[in-house]
């Protein structure tokens, strides 16, 4: 009993032992080789630095966590979209209310086409403003619809606040590397990088400002246009609509025309000149082709003699 007692005392010690003396040398070589890695800041380091900094995940990683605290995201941040499509009696003065109106909002007219019976305006109205403007817009004539989409984009919009602070701390850290490079292949190591980081850096910020544009703006797709002749009490229009007609149909005939001029005038006159060089340098006074039929006439004649005399 007391014999195997005394084994299985040994088979416990002697194990244990050997793992002590292991981690006994382990510290005792990290402890060595500590101050040899504080003296040692050379170029292998400096790369190691570049690489490890560069493999940090600066859209939400150990950088993120370590540049700023926690966003607040009680400002949503939404992007409205709204249509509206109006029946004016006049395109010419609800186009000049709307301008006015806009210009009044502190918007912009983001673009604007115009045919013969409707309107169609692209407008950019300040997002505080644009829920009273389309209230107001409603009387620029008959409202037919009207239509709002709100998209909230806090998530894009703060997830690239964040990265575009995280990849300037990162061009900040690579500019401080760039200053400490002591070879030209650290140099060129840290100006590839930085190169390739302030690129990304632009191209955030490219992409920062027209989210913060679309979120401070607003858009509004309005249509205007004329009443349908079914829905007109009188079928005929009226004088003034029926000048305007009128002196649209002279302009286009004036444009026919002059269209035609300017065909005769390009085409025309350059295509009789070459027809008249041709007809002169072949049967006018040159007459290439009248003076070779000439000399080909006398020798069918002599051969026709010849034949004649032979027999």
């Not at 606040?161 to 002591?182: F, M, P, S, T, W």
């Not at 858009?219 to 007109?232: C, K, V």
């Not at 070459?274 to 007459?287: D, K, S």
């Amino acid at each position: 009993m007391k014999r195997s007692i005394f084994y299985a005392t040994a088979c416990f010690l002697v194990p244990l032992s050997f793992f002590m003396t292991g981690c006994g040398s382990k510290m005792a070589e990290t402890a060595a080789f500590a101050p040899m890695v504080e003296k040692s800041v050379g170029s292998a380091d400096l790369r190691r630095s570049v690489e490890n900094f560069a493999s940090f995940d600066t859209g939400g990683g150990a950088l993120a966590q370590a540049a700023q605290e926690a966003p607040d995201t009680s400002d949503r941040k939404l992007v409205s979209t709204g249509s509206m499509e109006l029946e004016v009696d006049d395109l010419d003065i609800a186009e000049s209310a709307v301008r006015k109106a806009t210009d009044s909002a502190g918007g912009y007219v983001q673009s604007s086409s115009r045919y013969e019976d409707t309107l169609s305006m692209e407008l950019k109205i300040p997002a505080e403003a644009f829920s009273s403007f389309l209230d107001a817009a409603e009387g620029f004539g008959r409202l037919e619809s009207r239509s709002i989409n709100v998209e909230d984009v806090s998530d894009r919009y703060y997830d690239l606040e964040h990265r575009i602070k995280n990849k300037e701390i990162l061009v900040e850290r690579y500019q401080k590397y760039l200053q400490d490079a002591e070879s030209v292949e650290d140099l060129l190591t840290v100006e590839r990088e930085l190169n390739d980081a302030t690129t990304e850096l632009e191209q955030l910020k490219g992409s920062f400002q027209n989210l913060d544009h679309r979120v401070s703006f607003s858009t509004l797709h309005m249509m205007a246009h004329l009443p349908s002749w079914e829905q007109q009490e009188d079928p005929l229009p009226s004088i003034r609509a029926g000048l305007k007609r009128f002196g649209r149909m002279i302009i286009q005939v004036l444009y026919v025309i002059l269209f035609l001029l300017l065909g005769i005038i390009v085409f025309g006159i350059p295509g009789v000149l070459v027809v008249g060089a041709l007809y002169w340098l072949a049967f006018g006074r040159v007459g290439l082709v009248r003076r070779f039929w000439h000399r080909l006439r006398p020798s069918r004649r002599t051969k026709k003699t010849t034949e004649k005399e032979e027999k």
